[in-house]
């Protein structure tokens, strides 16, 4: 018996795996938790939201997806705020085929061009370079495999973050970031 079931257990998948302890936790709840009863609907989401953050890193999170697909349809004709989330979604894989901005060399390069051109308005320049800056360390620090495509847009995010240096206020200069 233990052999089978460790053959059972070998096939299954990490989403079957998920799919069946999200019902076996989930087993009885909304009885329990008396859904329809709006002060109980009102503890629950008072529970997901501390422990996942509240609309804020929501609404952040909802705000880099929509740039950066926007980014893709539109390319340099973006807004400064999207363009602004785009910066910080660089690394993250978005949409359903998990595709990062980093994978493409070419849309890395449109963006670094279009925050290139804010370099006349410091403010905005500072606020696409952190994002910039965020979506290097998140890559440098991921656990998934870069790709050839990938570690050349890294290579130009790099580029881009030493040469912007100078034009950045002291607290924000990044120097010579390793490769």
Known sequence: MDAARSTSEAEETPLDRLAAELQQALRGKPRQLHWGDPEAMRRSLAAVQARFGGR?????????????????????????????????????????????????????????????????????????????????????????????????????????LVSASPALPPELRIGNLPA
């Open 56 to 160: 804020q890193a929501m609404a952040r999170e909802q705000q880099i997806v929509r740039g950066v697909l926007a980014f893709r349809i539109l390319g340099r004709q973006l807004d400064f705020v999207r363009l602004k989330y785009v910066c910080y979604g660089v690394a993250q894989a978005m949409d359903w085929e998990s595709r990062r901005l980093l994978d493409s060399p070419e849309q890395v390069q449109v963006l670094l061009e279009a925050v290139a051109a804010l370099k006349h308005q410091p403010r905005r320049f500072i606020n696409c370079c952190r994002g910039l800056h965020a979506s290097w360390q998140q890559a440098c620090a991921a656990d998934f495999p870069l790709t050839p495509s990938a570690h050349q847009g890294l290579e130009k995010l790099r580029r881009f």
